[in-house]
């Protein structure tokens, strides 16, 4: 459950744009990609920040193409240019609202930069948001956070509590004591992958 899941996610998260400039998006792509080709399994930090002006330009042509958002995120978080990541994910949220992958996002970013408070409320947010369980990324999302915030022995309490109030089926309580049971004490968000 790291940061490289959770970039994985967001750039499923394409379908929700309302407006789509489908005259631009092959050429975004095309952009994209060469960024992603220039960057892949390199740690030379001037191709990285090369392939993210790429990337500023794939957005500015269309920029309703979240996969680019996704892969500058991800290329942000290797660098360890946290406040891009906000100012990026900010962006984002222009397009697709808050949910409950932004805040996540958001909220990691600001815990890297030892701004407690605006993490905490960032990752509380998607934490409430997370709670309806609508899909595997919110599960696992809950996961991770019910152990970063109250323990793995009180995540696993209130997935029990979960399934008696009738909250979630059994197949459902199997898969989230198991994703509780995943995440690491020690780094329950992914941080330090």
């Known amino acids: 459950m790291t940061i490289k899941i959770l970039i994985m996610f967001l750039s499923i998260m394409q379908f929700n744009s309302c407006a789509q400039n489908l005259g631009n998006r092959d050429e975004a792509k095309k952009i994209n990609n060469s960024a992603m080709e220039l960057s892949f399994g390199t740690t ?4 990285i920040l090369i392939s993210i002006k790429m990337l500023d330009k794939a957005i500015s042509i269309d920029s309703s193409y979240f996969l680019t958002y996704s892969n500058k995120i991800s290329l942000l978080f290797r660098l360890n240019k946290n406040l891009e990541v906000i100012e990026t ?3 984002l ?5 808050e949910n409950s992958l932004i805040l996540f996002i958001r909220g990691i970013a600001y815990k890297k930069e030892r701004e407690d408070s605006l993490s905490d409320y960032n990752l509380k947010s998607a934490l409430e948001m997370s709670a309806e369980l609508k899909n595997d990324f919110d599960k696992m999302m809950y996961s991770q956070l019910l152990v970063y915030f109250e323990g793995k022995k009180m995540a696993l309490n209130k997935c029990n509590q979960l399934l008696n109030d009738g909250i979630i089926l059994k197949d459902e309580f199997i898969e989230l004591q198991n994703l509780i049971q995943s995440v690491d004490d ?3 968000l992914g941080i330090n992958q």
Request: proline share 7%; net charge positive; charged share 35%.
């Open 44 to 47: 030379d930090t001037s191709k």
């Open 89 to 91: 994910v900010n962006r």
């Open 93 to 97: 949220s222009k397009f697709v609202g």
């Open 186 to 188: 020690s780094d329950p």
